[in-house]
């Protein structure tokens, strides 16, 4: 029989004192495992985080936003410059362009108010083409009303339907409006964002309203486009939208070299605020405006953080929990067999070797629990993220109502029905914060299992180790006590 | 070959000091079955450990064939033991959750021989001590006390050492399975060139040994000697 055979048999002694034991420890492993998969879901998420919404800052002309405000538009030797500030790692830049059904455009001209009631403030008319597509939105009472009151005043008489117009943004890569990755749900990107293409990336609601699919065309301002891909916004605004090359809305807009606004993504969500610094200096307060459009993702990172480190906080203490219960059971068991280990020694057994027989019988009870706990932690993670998170979460809105953060940028969009552009859509508070805080999954993946069973082993070896060592101080001669 | 010299052991008890092995001195050839008798609380059991290395004398030495135990380093009397000693006890001792073929492997397994070897030779040895087969994978708690003093025995004769220490190996066994026993030791002495000291307060034992040894407040004198080969079988 060998040591590990004997250590399993050993670990098996007291069926009933061996389930209480692995009971104990699967509850204080299950417990680290599911502190450590929400670690690692938090963790992952302000990664997440960070490196795409959180570190962006948006540039648009000084005194100018979407298409309300005026001043002198943005320029490509703006982009050259904004790239060249330290700690900013791309400047994306953007082309906004408003999109009108052909037929209903043409119905308008006839009408009150004509087409010039929606191009808006800031001489950007130009930017308004006709397209073959509906919009996916309806107008409805907030449409209606956008409309009466930028476009028909000083008109009487019936006004013919108005249509929403949709939204159409070159790109100078395969991100949104917000600096954050398109979500595409068919399809591909369009491959150079920086090249004319004639392929297109529609919102899925504007495809389905119009019968589109990837490899069906349509038309702007008589010029053919393919759909390459869907995209997914999770909202209705942003799905009544779709994205072109930056060069080729440049060209539709017959302004080549203009932008609208200028994407730039920081480095590190620390280098944020002396980014924005240094890009209003480097463009000049009367040509640009910098903004930290997710600016209140500080505090809901901020926030996660603290989950992240409760978290931490709680798998190192149930990890000590852990190794504490096999220090004590195996110091027990040392205690409880002293005459068995003199047995031992006077028959020849080497310090080590009756020393290994016990890490081994504490691994054996350690592997139990950690089986038993990684299946508590595979079905009570989720529920203890959701619980840390939702507490934590709960103050951090508390705390930024109170301050009165404001959700996203003013809506420029005459006739949008909600939201603006480009600046990301009001959300209450946190803006998209607080669903961006509640969408962190923490599912028990095999790598954060086997992770935390590692260091549950190693803590276990530790625990074991001191009362191994207390073996070796037990003189043979313990045999013939009592005798 | 066994010689002990003028060995002491002391303790300390509150101000008192004990001494149980107090300047014994002997010498035993190979192949001895030697018996010590004595009250109890004599200083047996002491005189026993200290023979077999399981604690160390306050002053004197112990020599096996001309190696001395004093001053040796653990990890040394650790290898003594393991090669050299045979330890048969009152209460057995033995492991309770291993079977009884399991302990007689024990102390093969810690010399380092193969598994196949061992358990080879593991059944030799309870057959030797005529314990039936099918008890041999038996756990120990269910075997007779008589039953577990073979395998204590077998046990002892594992790494087939030159001496065997046997403390009251008959203490806690009915007349008749002591006789057993007895017989049992005597043939190993005799068949294969043991040595064998017995620590008994039984006289009808001591006197089937060849050479007995009384122990009284700490001092051995030895009470005779007998001709093996003239008396014939102990029994």
């Known amino acids: 029989m060998s040591v590990l055979a004997r250590s399993v048999g050993n670990a098996f002694r007291n069926k009933v004192r061996t389930a209480a034991v692995v009971a104990v420890l699967a509850v204080a492993i299950g417990l680290a495992l599911a502190m450590l998969v929400a670690n690692q879901a938090v963790a992952g998420k302000v990664a997440e985080l960070n490196a795409s919404v959180g570190t962006v800052l948006t540039v648009n002309p000084a005194g100018g936003q979407g298409f309300e405000g005026g001043g002198e538009p943005l320029t490509a030797e703006q982009a050259t410059t904004a790239a060249s500030v330290p700690n900013v790692s791309t400047v994306v830049g953007t082309k906004a362009l408003r999109l009108r059904n052909a037929d209903a455009a043409a119905a308008q001209t006839g009408g009150p108010g004509g087409l010039g009631g929606q191009g808006g403030p800031g001489g950007q008319a130009a930017t308004t083409l006709t397209t073959s597509l509906t919009a996916a939105v309806d107008a409805g009472t907030l449409g209606a009303r956008n409309q009466a009151s930028t476009g028909t005043s000083g008109t009487s008489g019936t006004a013919p339907a108005f249509s929403v117009p949709i939204t159409a943004t070159g790109i100078g890569a395969e991100v949104d409006t917000t600096g954050k990755a398109l979500e595409l749900t068919e399809g591909t990107g369009l491959g150079d964002y920086t090249a004319a293409s004639t392929g297109a990336l529609l919102g899925t609601t504007l495809a389905e309203k119009n019968g589109l699919a990837v490899g069906s065309t349509f038309t702007i301002n008589d010029q053919s486009f393919t759909v390459a891909g869907l995209f997914d916004a999770g909202t209705a605004f942003g799905n009544n939208a779709l994205y072109l090359t930056l060069p080729a809305a440049q060209t539709l807009a017959e302004l080549p070299g203009e932008l609208s606004t200028m994407i730039a993504t920081v480095n590190s969500m620390e280098n944020v605020e002396a980014a924005k610094t240094a890009l209003q200096e480097a463009l000049g307060s009367d040509a640009a405006d910098v903004s930290q459009g997710q600016r209140n993702l500080e505090s809901a990172v901020s926030s996660l953080g603290s989950v992240k480190n409760i978290s931490f906080i709680a798998f190192v203490a149930a990890l000590a929990t852990a190794g504490l219960i096999i220090l004590l059971i195996m110091v027990m068991l040392v205690r409880e067999r002293r005459r068995e280990i003199g047995v031992l020694k006077a028959i020849g057994a080497r310090n080590r070797t009756i020393g290994l027989q016990f890490v081994l019988e504490a691994l054996v009870l350690v592997a139990l629990g950690s089986a038993v706990g990684a299946a508590v932690a595979s079905f009570a993670s989720g529920g203890i993220a959701s619980a840390l998170i939702s507490s934590n979460t709960a103050t951090a809105t508390t705390v930024a109502g109170q301050r009165g953060i404001p959700g996203g940028t003013p809506g420029g969009f005459p006739g949008a029905p909600a939201g603006g552009f480009p600046g990301a859509p009001g959300e209450g508070p946190l803006g998209g914060a607080s669903q961006l805080l509640t969408s962190v999954t923490a599912s028990a993946s095999p790598g954060v299992i086997a992770a935390g069973i590692a260091a549950v082993f190693g803590v276990a070896i530790i625990g074991a180790l001191v009362p191994a060592l207390l073996t070796a101080r037990i003189r043979p001669i313990e045999v013939l006590r009592g005798e | ?235």
Do not use: C, W
């Open chain 2, 1 to 235: 070959m066994i010689e002990v010299k003028n060995l002491v052991r002391t303790f300390k008890s509150g101000d008192r000091t004990i001494k149980p092995v107090n300047d014994v001195s002997f010498e035993l050839e190979q192949g001895t079955l030697a018996s010590i008798v004595g009250k109890s609380g004599s200083g047996k059991s002491t005189l026993l450990s200290l023979l077999g290395a399981l604690d160390k004398p306050t002053s004197g030495d112990v020599l096996v064939n001309g190696v001395s135990l004093a001053g040796m380093p653990d990890s040394k009397l650790t290898e003594y033991r393991r090669r050299d000693i045979g330890f048969v006890f009152q209460q057995f001792n033995l492991i309770p959750n291993l079977s009884a073929v399991d302990n007689v492997m024990l102390p093969m397994e810690f010399a380092g021989i193969r598994k196949a070897v061992r358990l080879g030779r593991a059944r030799e040895l309870l057959e030797q001590v005529q314990l039936d087969p099918d008890k041999h994978v038996r756990r120990i708690n269910r075997l007779s006390g008589g039953e577990q003093q073979r395998v204590a025995i077998a046990r002892a004769l594992a790494n087939s050492p030159q001496l065997i220490l046997a403390d009251e190996p008959t203490g806690n066994l009915d007349e008749q399975t002591g006789e057993h026993i007895i017989e049992l030791l005597s043939s190993l002495s005799r068949d294969h060139n043991t040595t064998i000291l017995v620590v008994t307060h039984d006289r009808s034992l001591a006197n089937k040994t060849d050479r007995r040894f009384r122990l009284q407040q700490g001092r051995l004198t030895e009470e005779g000697a007998r001709n093996r080969a003239a008396a014939g079988s102990p029994a």
